[in-house]
């Protein structure tokens, strides 16, 4: 059985069945993408207990732990989805699934309250996950933004 999204699911699992394929093929969320297939870009990029995976090369019958996919943080990502579209964080949008999931960790662990810590820290962090399009400087902006404002929610 795999938890996906809080939901249980009984998929078929084959050997070297990876967890993107049943993410994609059999459960239908297409919102981690498969595109270098090999460890290499981030696109698939998925939580398992709240670690950042790549879903491509993740054997699916190796998963225990609960898979948090970017649907399933839609909720959570509201903010960094909206900084995402203020600040040039996507163009084509083929890595973007990848990167908010990939942010969404970053986010949870806390970045640096000195901004050149903090983009040092969003750059090394992210740097598994590759776009073609943005320059970087939109995403690692969109992510900052977003930290600042939970920070900011945070204080009474
Ligand atoms: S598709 Fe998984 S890392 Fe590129
Ligand atoms: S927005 Fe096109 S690959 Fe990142």
Redesign the pocket.
Known sequence: MLVINSRPHEPSIAPGTTL?SVIRDQIGLKG??????????????VLVDGIPV????TLAARVKGEVHTVEGLAEELRDLREAFADFGGFQCGFCTS?QLVRAAALLRAGLPEDRQEAEKTIRYEMS?N?CRCTGYNGIVEAVWRTAEKRRSKAVP
């Not at 790549?54 to 090369?57: F, V």
Request: glycine content about 18%; some cysteine; charged content about 20%.
């Open positions: 993107l981690a993408k498969e595109a270098c297939a090999r460890g290499e870009c981030g696109a698939c990029t790549m879903a491509c090369i990848g598994g590759i």
